[in-house]
Every structure is written in structure tokens, then in C-alpha cells.
């Protein structure tokens, strides 16, 4: 269910990546030098890449993955790496452009294929697996939790996703952002969640259709902070 407050963060995200960000968000994901502060950030989504690939079958060859904001594309490059057929979808059109062209490079050809869009209205009807990695961040527990009920009614054997994890600093930032007048160049608030609660939530609302959650792992890199959370068939 995409609710009034999913599809105004949506918009929000939208305009920010495919326009304010775009040029600093293709860099960061790349291999081209950036300040100390950016480092740690692109350090900590590579280890949250890797933790999350890590948690998925090293043999993907027949299975169908959906990768729910795809951004530029290095997660869903990955999988198709081992075999998956990966719908890599993403709101931002720059990105998604971005993504297209280094996985060109990667002579995946047939094996992923880039949309814009949104991670629910444009994904399939079913796949294997979702894996919506710090896609979820910027929106708060309720429209979360509704967003992953929809990925794993769709999802055959596992969702994967992050979520910003509530500590006292990242609470302490979300309380002043909200003091601050909105700038449309700002990007969106991260909504940090207090993730026992989102467990204990996700296991009563989807217990009854078969799902559990499992793995979790949290990573810390300087100003990146990430929790993983992995909901697997009981």
C-alpha cells in the first residue's frame, strides 16, 4: 500500500537524487576520489553491499531478483554477477542512466534490466528476492513496515533491506532537522527507527504469511550508519 505519506517522501527523494544529487551521488559510487567525510560513507555502503550479497546464495543462476532502488547500479551488478536476473529499479532517471552505463561495461547484457520508477508500482507481480538496500531510510516505521509487507508478498524466498537505526546521535539530529525551515536543495531527513520494535512489528504482521525475520547486522563508517535486516520463509 503506498500511502499519502510514502508517495510525498517518494516525490521528495525523486527530486533530490535525480537533480540536486545526481552528480555527487554518481561520484560517490564510483571510484573517483572524494573528500574524507564522503570516503567513510562510500566505505560503509560497500561493507553494507557486501553484507547483504553475503546473505544471498552464492549460485543465483535461475532466480529472479529485485533490486528496490537500484541507485547506480553496483548492488544489482553484483547479483547479476552470480547469475540472477536482477529488475533494478530506481526513482531517480540520472541514476538509473548512471547504472545503465557501467553495467554495460560489465558484458551483463539480458541480465538486468533498469527501470524508473517506483520500487512497488513499477516492480514485478513476483521474484525470488528484494533487496532494498538504504532505499527505506528516508521513511518513517509505519510506511516501512507497509513497504515490506508489499516486497514480501511479491518475494518467493527472502527480502533483504536496510534501515537507519535510532541512536541517541541520529535522534538528537532528526529532533533539530525538523526545527529547521525545509530547503528544496536539502536532502530529505533520514527517519531512524528503533529496530527491536520494527523486528518484533514485521514478525507479527507477517508471522501469519510464513515470514520471520533472521540476519541482522549493523554498519558503522565514520558518518554512514546502516542496519540490515533480513526476512526469510519459516
Known amino acids: 500500500m503506498r500511502t499519502s505519506s510514502y508517495l510525498r517522501r517518494r516525490d521528495q527523494l525523486t527530486t533530490y537524487f535525480d537533480q540536486t544529487a545526481a552528480a555527487a551521488w554518481a561520484a560517490l559510487t564510483s571510484n573517483?576520489?572524494?573528500?574524507?567525510i564522503?570516503?567513510?560513507?562510500?566505505a560503509g555502503r560497500d561493507e553494507m553491499?557486501?553484507?547483504?550479497?553475503s546473505w544471498l546464495p552464492e549460485d543465483l543462476n535461475g532466480k529472479t531478483l529485485l533490486d528496490a532502488g537500484c541507485g547506480t547500479g553496483a548492488l544489482a551488478v553484483d547479483a547479476a554477477r552470480?547469475?540472477?536476473?536482477?529488475?533494478?529499479?530506481?526513482?531517480?532517471?540520472?541514476?538509473?542512466e548512471v547504472a545503465r552505463k557501467r553495467a554495460a561495461d560489465e558484458h551483463l547484457q539480458g541480465r538486468i534490466d533498469f527501470r524508473v520508477g517506483d520500487m512497488l508500482a513499477d516492480a514485478p507481480a513476483t521474484v525470488d528476492y528484494t533487496v532494498a538496500m538504504d532505499s527505506l531510510i528516508h521513511y518513517d516505521e509505519v510506511d516501512v513496515r507497509r513497504v515490506v509487507a508489499d516486497l514480501a508478498d511479491r518475494s518467493g524466498e527472502g527480502v533483504l533491506?536496510?534501515?537507519a537505526p535510532?541512536?541517541?546521535a541520529l535522534g538528537l539530529m532528526h529532533f533539530v532537522g525538523r526545527l529547521i525551515p525545509h530547503q528544496n536543495n536539502r536532502a530529505p531527513a533520514i527517519e531512524p527507527l528503533h529496530i527491536p520494535k520494527l523486528k518484533k512489528a514485521l514478525n507479527e504482521e507477517l508471522g501469519i504469511a510464513g515470514w520471520r525475520t533472521g540476519q541482522l547486522a549493523r554498519i558503522k563508517s565514520g558518518f554512514y550508519i546502516s542496519q540490515a535486516v533480513a526476512l526469510n520463509r519459516s
Do not use: K, Q, S
Request: hydrophobic share 55%.
Open 49 to 53: 553491499r557486501a553484507t547483504l550479497m
Open 161 to 163: 533491506f536496510t534501515a
Open 32 to 36: 573517483e576520489p572524494v573528500n574524507r
Open 82 to 96: 552470480r547469475g540472477a536476473h536482477v529488475i533494478a529499479i530506481d526513482v531517480a532517471a540520472n541514476l538509473v
Open 38 to 42: 564522503r570516503a567513510t560513507v562510500r
Open 166 to 168: 535510532w541512536t541517541p
